[in-house]
């Protein structure tokens, strides 16, 4: 019987970020389709910011345009919401919602970024496009020197545009992840001890501190 690979919380949201941008990276577009070709217009986006020389002394510039390029790609309020729970989302009042959906945006954007930026050589293979009503899966593989990493981007539409609001990597989600740590948190303190840890990993992640995902 095959073992199911255990990816821990940190060793996701890596991938994850990996996933989403592959720095320097060949596309290899099998069946693409309009949302997967949305996705890969990001990456190109972002592997022409990384490789520009006019960034190579410009590191806040940067980090900025970077930001530009992958926020209109999430939903923000809907990964928050999932990962948060849709018990502890609705016992929050709009006011709290408002301030986790802000913090949690921000960790994610400087989580990623701080990744991004020293990350290089990765092939994407783009795989199937399923689209069931308001919600889509696009099938990637990041082709690495030693191994692959299967990725399936879910993607919702709650409009015009398809926004990711959630990444299986090698079948563990990252929004169950953040939702079994927010969770303990709550749990064992409270909401606002939840959003004081987040606002600190901000403020660390900001100051150039430990670049890790746990709180």
Not at 49 to 69: C, E, F, H, M, W
Not at 98 to 125: H, M, P, R, V, W
Request: glycine share 6%; net charge positive.
């Amino acid at each position: 019987m095959m073992r199911r690979k255990h990816i821990s919380l940190k060793t996701t949201i890596g991938l994850t970020a990996l996933c989403i941008l592959m720095l320097t990276s060949n596309a290899v577009t099998v069946h693409a389709n309009a949302i997967s070709n949305e996705l890969k217009s990001t990456i190109d986006n972002v592997i022409e910011v990384v490789t520009d020389p006019a960034y190579s002394s410009n590191n806040n510039g940067q980090r900025q345009k970077l930001r530009d390029i992958i926020n209109p790609m999430f939903n923000y309020q809907e990964m928050g919401k999932r990962a948060l729970g849709k018990k502890d989302w609705l016992s929050r009042s709009n006011e709290e919602r408002k301030e986790f959906i802000d913090l949690f945006g921000k960790l994610l954007e400087n989580s990623y970024a701080s990744k991004i930026e020293s990350y290089q050589d990765e092939t994407i293979e783009y795989g199937d496009e399923v689209v069931k009503g308001k919600y889509a899966m696009v099938k990637t593989k990041i082709i690495r020197k030693d191994d692959s990493i299967n990725v399936d981007y879910k993607l919702i539409n709650r409009g015009k545009d398809w926004r990711v609001y959630d990444f299986v990597i090698e079948d563990v989600s990252m929004i169950r992840n953040y939702r079994s740590q927010f969770s303990k948190i709550i749990r064992k303190d409270s909401f606002q001890v939840l959003l004081n840890k987040m606002s600190k990993k901000l403020g660390d992640l900001e100051n150039g501190g430990k670049k890790n995902d746990d709180l």
